[in-house]
């Protein structure tokens, strides 16, 4: 089970503590994401060196290989990763949805066919929640059906009404097998106001320890995000942590905190790197371009990462041209640092009462408005 | 310029050390490849860690990308890659008769298609110099030309007499520039006794601080290799460190040990470990194949590096599977970590005057006879 104590609000913003079985989470917090059990890239040793709290791990990945199986026999995903800080696992609800090639859905669960190897697998709300216990992560996400942008009202409603079925099993389930994670409720609703609220109501009152915002940035104008967002966060309890599932541009996240949310997870700091651009304080910077050839400043000035106090973009840029892994590896670990610093620097800011500065002060800089 | 100390003999065997600009090295040494200015899949910090004394960098590929100049502007190759310890540059003469696809070669030099462009390109020896003065590693190696395996006698006499030829050249331009690097001779000869041995007595009477012995293991049988290797060792002056280019199986590098030779580079252990096998005390391992699917153990339970104390061979097989980038750099660094300290067991075993018994428990363990 996990704790969370709110410390301060600022506006909207919270700074908090959530504590679980693997150790405290300084919130707001960003989790890079092992989809397959690894931060593509980088190293255990790295994540610790860069101060990240806790990862977010894909149960429907993990499901399929290595087999959750497998991860019980090592004691869990702590212990076959060589991680023993706190760790997430998404459910697959999302990746069946997305990366799956053929699925049938039902309200029993959804048949689909795996992205690897084209067998057929079965995920029922209850399975899920069985594999994540074999997993055993410290917050674990039931499945849900995210309805798509755009989709008719019948679809959305479908969607909803699904993904309170399938929470209320995964509860139960998971009260059933005796607990031990925490399992967090998904809001869904797609884009609809009162889709949203609905999810958000019925979610509270089963009472979970905590909450995740989903099916949003799919293509929506970023207005209605944040209007979904809000509207979630004005409905869900308080006192429990709300995770924005899935996004994490930096000036997503600051305006996720600005509304309330507490938890984020997104591929954007590693795929970014892994593509050669790198977050400096001055916005994104794309350092396999040519204008960085012959440039020997680091990757960003006012960082001091071991990446921007040892390498530069002239160097970094050479091993992006030659195909090398140290070039990814290096802007990979140098946004992790970016985003892990960006979540400390709102936190101290939501602390002394000074956010919306911060906030102001922040796309001064980076540029976004 | 580098001094060299010869510490202790054991045998054919010598313990030293070698002063360089950048620092002293321990020999026997090995050096892993960094040949685009990159151990592949490796950071910086982490060969250190690894207590990697020294990198071998190609002159031919940095020539070809970013281009000497760049580094020069950089400061030399020590600040572009951000590597303050010792630095060897290969000259590419192995680089230019093994990887460009079309070259014409005369007593002046050699003409080349890129490998990456088809641009065409001149490497004269005086240019080769020029160009490792800008690099400006503490230990660079003039052009030469490996006779290839098998060949006609008239072959490997007009490569080995070029390559002498080459050599005083590379020696006069080398002094007209003003020194600054070791300039090494390289033994060239082929695999005729009578040759090798007129190469190594030419390249001592020049005087150069140190030799390379090149153009082995390419293809011709086991014992024929290790003859060459004495009739070098036996005839370059005993005070000079010799390095043994391009061979580095353990095997190899524990017998040309035996023979005199000081220093190693190759990218065996790199190589094996992006393809997924560890070097381990009890011989190699093929970590990425299903036997160690469940096998909770580390690559080496005789290792102590980072990799081995905190990573199984379960979750290095997985990431393999998975095709994670972090399998392959685990298995690179435990392979450098396990280089290293063979080469540091060796040293110890030579300076307590157990050389000898070092190598049949090391064979009887390794499983190489």
Redesign the interface.
Known sequence: MVEFHILARDGGARAGLLVTPHGEVETPTFMPVGT???V??????ELEGARVQMVLANAY?LYL??GAE?IE??GGLHR???WERPILTDSGGYQVFSLAPLRKVTDEGVRFQSHIDGSYHTFTPERVIEVEHKLMADIIMPLDQPAPYPCSEAEAEAAHRRTLLWAERSLRHHEKLGGGPALFGIVQGGVRHELRRESAEVLSDMGFPGYGIGGLSLGEPKPLTWEMVEVATSTLPEERPRHLLGMGLPEDIVEGVARGVDMFDCVVPTRYGRNGTAFTWKGKLVVKNSPY??D?SPLDPDCSC?VCR???R??IR??F??E???G???TTLHNVYFFCELMRNMREAILRGEFAEWRREFYERYGVS
Chains 1, 2 share one sequence.
Do not use: D, N, V, W
Request: hydrophobic share 40%.
């Open positions: 397959q059990g690894t593509k890239a980088l190293s255990q040793e990945h290989r290595p497998l026999q090592a076959f990763m060589g050839a012959g020997f071991p040892r390498y530069t002239a160097y050479h091993l041209q030659a090398e892994i140290l990814l590896r290096l």
